[in-house]
């Protein structure tokens, strides 16, 4: 058994939350870099330079990358063999807080979401995944997520016969309706099969697979070039405003699931990807 | 690229009339901010024949809930949301006279028919550069609903905040015209 | 609305004479099909094979089976309607093979009615959730095909004394309680909003 403390995941927590708000990741840097020099439209190559600047200035001055600093999400594995000393989901929630509270950055969450939608003032609750694994480690991967890119996500239940020409278009069609409101040039994450919810977690941690890494699976790795493609041939552009680089990239998982269906959940990410990784 | 204009507030009728759809411009001047629950709060007054806690006649208005203040800076990150959960609330702000809106997205006929009607323009800021946007931010005060966290109407004094005049107080509007240039089969 | 008995292989006049709400108990043979099978009936047609079972005057069944292996052969333990919707390609083609039934649930859609009135046919709505009544009605299991598309998906031909109780939910003369309630719901939509 190894102890550890939840002191330990608050830090944690507090650390991979703040270095995700102001850092980019070098997989999107890069990808924005290559799209200004490819992209076709002069507002377009604008755009993307802007964002490049953001980037710098984010990093250099401390600033969050958006202010749509999102809800705080974390897909934990845990090893079987740690024990923890302290309260778990209390802890990371105080990590949540602290990075929110003392980085300055914005508080978007709010409780009940029909009527009073009183802000909760701590960005809490965070949203967390935790798998059990072998092992003796804890694996953090923390994404604050932005609510223009979330409100534009869809699911599908698809037929079995609607194939992989469905799922494409499926994908192409989610990206057309966003037009500019999830601040393209988007990340996007599909999972096919699994259940509803099994679909949706997965196509939300396919977001935060590296920009330029395809499916090791060919059949699924051509659905993500061929949806790439369409998707950048719809012509929506940088910030909705015309251009070739609609998205970066297209990322497809895939779970088993039931005989009857083909559950497909499409998560738009903008170009602000934020996420960080951590190990205790 | 082209050399950018730089208008200031309060935007005359003259000047908006002139103002193109694709013209990159700099705003700089006073403009007050809203979002949603600000928009609602708005609107209820204005249902109940009250008075507003901001004039709204002449102004702009920029859609955005900023992050918190650094130390040292006069605004946190404050990049614009999306507009279109403005809409609902819209026509009946440019019928009070509102003459300019600071956001990112599509916004729906009504809100594009109300803005020809009224005279007034929708800028479109850019999405995620919100910290290359609070360097523009020179003063920021919050004047009404500070309950509502960043939710609150600020007044912000802003200096060459870089803009796109998206949909022009003719209707010409670039999330149209733009795309089907680059659309390719 | 009248309550028929009829057998394997069916006539055209025994079917075009079935009305949207008639109640149908079948004796002899049915088939199951369902999404990989039909796909797989497809599969072999195109390549200019014959299918294993000859389904001229047949009733397939949009079902898998919950079976129990035994020495020879598979014994039915329970067996109920899967959702016909996700079956809706296919219509043509299966009314072409000269079936004359397709029992399922949920209903089809156009295209299938469209087929079922062509080569006379009829859709049935098996009572569904009632997989163990049902499964009642299967004398046994005559012969199974396809195995290497998993149990369910598998062709299953089944001996069966008065199957059912089925109810005809779109005739061959092209009414259906399916697009009924939907254009019933629909001005009810209108009406409330």
């Not at chain 1, 994404?143 to 499926?170: C, H, Q, W, Y």
């Not at chain 1, 057309?176 to 259940?195: D, Q, R």
């Not at chain 3, 009305?19 to 009936?41: A, N, P, Q």
């Not at chain 3, 089809?108 to 009615?113: K, L, Y």
């Amino acid at each position: 058994m190894r102890e550890v403390n939840a002191k330990q995941i608050k830090e944690k927590v507090k650390e991979l939350f703040l270095t995700a708000n102001f850092h980019i990741g070098e997989d999107v840097l890069n990808a924005i870099k290559e799209a200004s020099v490819k992209e076709n439209s002069e507002t377009g190559k604008n755009v993307l330079n802007m964002i490049l600047d953001n980037y710098k200035i984010a990093a250099n001055e401390v600033l969050a990358i958006c202010q749509d600093t999102g809800l705080a999400i974390l897909f934990i594995k845990l090893g079987q063999e740690v024990h923890i000393n302290g309260n778990w989901e209390e802890a990371i929630n105080e990590g949540v807080k602290e990075a929110y509270v003392e980085g300055y950055l914005r508080k978007s969450s709010v409780t009940d979401p029909v009527f009073d939608r009183k802000n909760t003032k701590t960005n809490c609750p965070a949203i967390i995944y935790t798998d059990i694994v072998p092992g003796d480690k804890i694996e953090f991967l923390v994404t604050p997520k932005g609510f223009g890119s979330e409100n534009m996500s869809r699911l599908a239940m698809m037929k079995p016969a609607d194939g992989s020409e469905g799922i494409v278009n499926f994908i192409v069609e989610t990206v057309k309706i966003a037009g500019p409101n999830p601040c393209p040039p988007t990340i996007i994450g599909v999972c096919v099969g699994g259940t509803t919810d099994q679909a949706s977690v997965m196509a939300k941690k396919a977001t935060l697979r590296k920009v330029g890494e395809h499916n090791p699976d060919p059949r699924y790795s051509d659905m993500e070039r061929q949806a790439l493609e369409k998707i950048n041939n719809l012509g929506i552009g940088p910030a909705g405003l015309g251009g070739n680089t609609t998205s970066l990239w297209v990322n497809i998982d895939y779970k088993p699931t039931h005989i009857a269906g083909m559950p497909v959940a499409v998560n738009v990410c903008c170009h602000a990807a934020r996420h960080a990784s951590g190990v205790i | 690229m082209e050399k950018v204009k730089n208008i200031k507030t309060p935007l005359s009728d003259k000047l908006i009339q002139n103002l193109k759809a694709g013209e990159n411009v700099t705003i700089s001047g006073y403009i007050y901010t809203g979002r949603d629950a600000a928009h609602k709060r708005l609107i209820d007054l204005l249902k109940e024949g009250k008075k507003l806690p901001i004039e709204i006649n002449g102004q702009i208005i920029y859609y955005v809930g900023p992050a918190p203040t650094p130390p040292g800076y006069k605004c946190g990150s404050a990049g614009p949301t999306t507009s279109y959960r403005m809409d609902p609330y819209t026509p009946t702000l440019l019928d009070l006279g509102l003459k300019g809106m600071i956001g990112k997205g599509l916004r729906s006929k009504e809100v594009i028919e109300s803005m020809k009607k009224n005279g007034a323009v929708y800028f479109a800021a850019i999405g995620g550069v919100a910290a290359v946007i609070a360097k523009s931010i020179k003063s920021s005060e919050v004047v009404a609903y500070e309950d509502l966290g960043p939710e609150a109407i600020h007044k912000y004094y802003v200096e060459d905040f870089p803009v796109i005049v998206c949909i022009d107080a003719k209707g010409n509007n670039l999330y149209e015209s733009e795309p089907p240039k680059y659309k390719k089969k | 609305m009248k309550e028929v008995k009829l057998n394997t292989p069916l006539k055209e006049e025994d079917v075009r004479d079935l009305k949207v709400g008639d109640v149908v108990y079948i004796s002899g043979y049915i088939c199951t099909s369902r999404d990989m099978g039909h796909l797989k009936m497809k599969e072999v047609i195109e390549n200019g094979e014959k299918l294993p079972v000859d389904l001229t005057g047949g009733v397939i069944f949009h079902a898998g089976p919950v079976v129990k292996k035994k020495d020879s052969g598979f014994e039915l333990r329970v067996i109920g309607p899967t959702t016909s919707i996700r079956m809706e390609p296919h219509s043509d083609f299966i009314g072409n093979l000269g079936v004359k039934m397709i029992v399922g649930k949920g209903g089809m859609d156009e295209g299938t009615s469209k087929a079922l009135q062509k080569y006379g046919m009829t859709y049935l709505q098996a009572p569904p959730g009632c997989a163990v009544v049902l499964g009642e009605k299967v004398e046994q299991i005559e012969n199974v095909f396809w195995m290497e598309l998993g149990v369910p998906e598998a062709l299953w031909v089944l001996k069966v004394k008065e199957f059912g109780p089925l109810v005809v939910g779109m005739d061959s003369t092209g009414n259906s309680i399916y697009r009924d309630i939907k254009v019933n719901g629909k001005k009810l939509i209108e009406k409330m909003f």
